[in-house]
DNA sequence: CAAATATCTATCGTGTACGATATAATCGAC
DNA sequence: GTCGATTATATCGTACACGATAGATATTTG
């Protein structure tokens, strides 16, 4: 099943096939698994996914309320992503969907009443997660930092 | 749309909501996902999507054909996402599921002859994806390792 | 201003992902 | 050995996630 390693087989001429476990990109994949997960039972009591958390974060700390585009941008989402999402929090009466009037090929997402509520609700959250990742503050955002750098790398390429 | 900070709800008492921007888990949720396009150039050639390359990465890796189980355990997913991808990858002709005669219960995983054949055509791949993360070998191998410290440790809690 | 072009959102098809549940096989206690 | 509990995989329903494409509106060009 595997190929060991030889004499004329070398680690250091025919690299071994990496198992997932020492892989960069798994150990990023699996976190995000287990990250979803730590969210959950915080999540189910609001009735919002992890991805649908998100879109409400980025509306709770918007200017004004923004369009399809620029949630796509932030949240780095295709609208293919976006839309049924938004129909579905739409549908939940946390936001609503309008074509802007200046240019109606937008479509600007407003929170409603409700929406707005929702996020003290949220407030302890993050810090709940927080104490769970068993890292520092320092750390984390050191960590945020790189996995950052590493993201903004590989979409540049 | 957004509580500013003033004088009678400073921030040090208030936490303004964090924007996805500032947020770990967002980090690592869109690293993921530029991750993913970032293997795609290099898995659509071979026929992979990026879930299916780590099931095979797994299964190169492994000494002996391992059980859904174990492939499950390896790679934190469950049984309900894995047996439609191990069905796919068996329809390609790349692998084969058979249940173990000493344990009907299990079924074990082993590769093809293409299967196993697809490993050299990957040799390549890992180095392309570091190359273009723009970070060293050291700091790739230090991020891998605080990433899968914090997916540990969320899992845990 | 009309035609070509670009931009913005939505739709469709495919493939993850998971919780809840179902089914079958094994193990344990007696 | 048989009944109950446990274990292993599969199925189902819901919700992302993206590429390809469509359709409508805006912009640019001639």
């Not at 999540?43 to 996914?49: F, H, P, Q, V, Y």
């Amino acid at each position: 099943m595997t190929r060991s390693p030889t004499p004329s087989d070398p680690e250091t001429t025919v690299p071994q096939p990496l198992s997932p476990q020492d892989m960069v990109c798994f150990s990023l994949y699996s976190a995000v698994h287990a990250m979803s997960q730590a969210y959950r039972p915080h999540l189910e009591k609001l009735g919002l996914t992890y991805p649908q958390y998100l879109v409400m974060s980025a509306l709770w700390s918007a200017e004004a309320p923004p369009t399809v585009g620029l949630l796509s941008r932030q949240l780095q989402l295709e609208s293919s992503t976006l839309t049924p999402l938004l129909k579905r929090l739409e549908a939940m009466g946390l936001l609503t969907r309008r074509r802007d009037a200046e240019d109606e090929r937008q479509v600007r997402i407003t929170l409603t009443e409700d929406g707005q509520q929702m996020r003290d609700r949220t407030a302890h959250i993050a810090g709940c997660i927080a104490a769970q990742s068993g890292m520092s503050v320092e750390e984390l955002l050191a960590l945020r930092d790189q996995v950052s750098r590493l993201r903004d790398n590989l979409r540049k390429g």
